[in-house]
Structures are given as structure tokens and as C-alpha cells.
């Protein structure tokens, strides 16, 4: 092959591999996906073989691409590891720290202040974003995430478990199919929160596999929006229950389907192991459940 790699085109290579598609490929390198599509045959031409297969489906691994990724994929994994422990040396007052928008607006960032007092030589910067970022790949020290707890090759750390309440109008349940169990809600239509996820993983928490029903329905940044949409009957909601005490008390929105909480369906830190070593890391772990503690004592 000669002594000078062709690192574009391997790299090229290796994430339409991982992503599955040129275009998923060509958004994370920041380039066209005419552009990894030439890189990947220009790797071909020199390697002398067919890496790739691409139909209307995506792409497919030829045997020799799959002899080839497995060692490209671990030796890319390997840079950006490195590149990622020599960042955190270079940031070692800073913690960078991922999370949703409506955990950030309405849990986070109010107490936030308590923190920064707490430890002033800790620069702190928040990305709210319903995308979850990839922790091995992306400078970003700690994600706090709602889920299942199930984050492979992760350290999770579980913190809350507000409980989520399928709330609806009467009006729209009388005339409607009966609901005894959680994958009864699949025949209303479903009220999304932001990030389209809250629907899926109730149904998996309470072990329903769901479908694509899961994720459809108009999507809502906040609860008391989905509140509003909920009791005009356009649809059923997942809302935390205290703010829904007051439309339930009232008899403008009733309880869909009552079944006990599942309690791994909640808010976890999740990081890397080795940043769990780190100061600033280890400061906000010890705070964040200083915070849970007194917050369920009171």
C-alpha cells in the first residue's frame, strides 16, 4: 500500500461501516456524502477489492470489508480515546455535561448555583440537546440521561425515578377502545414529549415491545403543554404525576391506564469509567446525590 496512509478514505470507510449509510457518515465527518462515496472508492481502487456493497437499502460489508473494519475500528477507537484523555488533561477544572432540555430547565439549572458556590474553581458547561452524544467519541465528561439504565461499555449511575402518569381526557376515552393494559394506549393517538422517547421506553419498561405508533403524534417541549393538548382530547400523555395533580383532581383528565411505577425508568448519570476518576466528575456525583438525599427527606 506504501508508506503514507490513506486515513481520509479509512476513516470514510469505517464510519458508513458504523453508521450503516454514506449520508449518516458524511454528517459526522462534516462532508458531502458524494465526497465519502469517492473516498471509499479511491480506498477500494488501491486496495484492489470491493469494500462496500450499496443498494437502495444502504450499504453492506463485502467479506473483504468485514476482514478489514474490525482492525480499522479498534484503531480508530483508540485515537479518539487518546485524544479524549489528552483533552480532559487539558481541561481539568472544566466539566462538560449533556442532558435534556426539560431536565435541564426544570432540575438542573435551578440548582446549579448551589454547585458553582460550592465549587467556584469548577468551570461548568451544560449542553441541552435531545441527541444523545456519543461518550467515547465527543469531549463531554458526564450525560445525564432518562432510560432503562441500560448503557453498554458505561457507567451509570441511577438518580431519580419521577413517575410518568398516561393521562387523557374522558371525553376522548368514552368513545374509544379500552385500555387494561399499557399497550392499550397504542390505539390513541399519543402525545410526544420533545424528544419522542418517554412513549417507548414506558412501553419497554413495563415490558411491551412498541412499535412505530410509539413515536408518532405531535411532540411538546414542556408538560403543562402536554397538559393542554391532553385535556382538549387530542391525545393521551405521559406527564409527571404532581403536574397533573390539579387537571386529575378536577375531572378534566383522568388516568389512562394505572399500573405501578417501574422504577429503572429514570434519570442516570452516565459516563466513561475513566472519568468517574476525574475531580470535577467525582465533585458533581458527590453533589448531585447530596441533592437527591435532602430532596427526598423533605
Known amino acids: 500500500m506504501g508508506a503514507v496512509l ?96 426539560s431536565f435541564a430547565s426544570n432540575w438542573l439549572v435551578p440548582r446549579l448555583a448551589d454547585f458553582n458556590a460550592r465549587h467556584p474553581q469548577i468551570d461548568v458547561h451544560v449542553q441541552s440537546t435531545g441527541e444523545l452524544v456519543d461518550l467515547h467519541r465527543e469531549p463531554v465528561d458526564i450525560a445525564l440521561r432518562h432510560g432503562l439504565g441500560d448503557y453498554p461499555g458505561l457507567e451509570s449511575i441511577a438518580l431519580l425515578a419521577p413517575v410518568l402518569l398516561p393521562v387523557a381526557s374522558p371525553g376522548l376515552l368514552a368513545g374509544g377502545p379500552l385500555l387494561n393494559e399499557p399497550q392499550d394506549c397504542l390505539h390513541y393517538p399519543l402525545l410526544q414529549d420533545a424528544e419522542r422517547a418517554d412513549w417507548t421506553l414506558w412501553l419497554r419498561a413495563h415490558g411491551v415491545e412498541p412499535d412505530h405508533r410509539s413515536r408518532r403524534g405531535p411532540s411538546f417541549d414542556e408538560d403543562l403543554l402536554l397538559l393542554r393538548a391532553a385535556v382538549s382530547g387530542q391525545g393521551i400523555a405521559l406527564v409527571q404525576a404532581q403536574h397533573a395533580d390539579e387537571d386529575l383532581r378536577s375531572g378534566r383528565l383522568v388516568v389512562a391506564v394505572d399500573r405501578a411505577w417501574p422504577s429503572r425508568f429514570a434519570y442516570y448519570l452516565v459516563a466513561r469509567e475513566e472519568n468517574l476518576a476525574r475531580p470535577p466528575v467525582r465533585a458533581f456525583v458527590d453533589w448531585i446525590r447530596a441533592q437527591l438525599d435532602v430532596e427526598s427527606v423533605s
Open 6 to 101: 490513506p486515513l481520509l478514505a479509512l476513516r470514510a470507510f469505517c464510519e458508513t461501516t458504523r453508521l450503516g449509510s454514506l449520508k449518516a457518515a458524511a454528517e459526522r465527518m462534516g462532508v458531502t456524502p458524494g465526497a465519502i462515496s469517492q473516498q471509499i472508492r479511491q480506498l477500494e481502487d488501491r486496495l484492489g477489492v470491493v469494500l462496500l456493497s450499496r443498494s437502495r437499502y444502504g450499504v453492506q460489508l463485502t467479506e473483504a470489508g468485514a476482514s478489514l473494519y474490525p482492525g480499522l475500528s479498534r484503531g480508530f477507537g483508540q485515537i479518539e480515546s487518546a485524544l479524549l484523555d489528552l483533552q480532559a488533561l487539558s481541561r481539568a477544572n472544566t466539566l462538560t455535561i449533556s442532558t435534556q432540555p
